[in-house]
């Protein structure tokens, strides 16, 4: 389970660096501003990036899911109790889960139709959040006693 640990984390640190990356301006993947928030935001009419303080709001939520799986499998200590952990793991685990799931209904496709982000969220993003949901989701299993 440590190497799923590790893995995670590493995933959602890459995942977190491009959040901090786009608040403070960065326009990766698009070639400006509008280009870009077509192909990482993707709702309908979006023109521009979300604000800094919305990006790093995201980064802030994901840097913790980012050493959630480590403090589950003891890489550091936790002030936390392991079912605790388990538990909160689990909550991350449905969070991402959820996001997967939607990226594949028609209402998503309605809320965020903009080109490429609704491609690549089919591609990419929305099976990147079901791995991730399920890396948490087994990770805390794990933990319960059988």
Not at 24 to 38: N, Q, V
Not at 43 to 66: H, K, Q, Y
Not at 126 to 145: K, T
């Amino acid at each position: 389970m440590i190497i799923l640990a590790f893995v995670l984390s590493f995933v959602l640190l890459l995942i977190t660096a491009l959040h901090v990356y786009w608040g403070i301006g960065g326009i990766w993947p698009g070639a400006d501003a509008k280009s870009c928030a077509h192909a990482v935001v993707g709702f309908r009419g979006v023109d521009e990036m979300p604000s800094p303080v919305a990006s790093f709001a995201v980064a802030a939520c994901l840097a913790l899911a980012t050493l959630w799986p480590l403090a589950l499998e003891g890489v550091f200590a936790a002030p936390f109790p392991k079912e605790g952990l388990a538990a909160t793991a689990l909550l991350i685990g449905l969070v991402f889960l959820g996001r997967g799931i939607a990226g594949f209904t028609p209402w998503w496709r309605r809320l965020a139709p903009e080109q490429p982000f609704a491609r690549l969220d089919q591609r990419l993003y929305s099976p990147l959040c079901l791995v991730i949901g399920l890396g948490f989701a087994i990770l805390a299993i794990s933990e319960f006693p059988a």
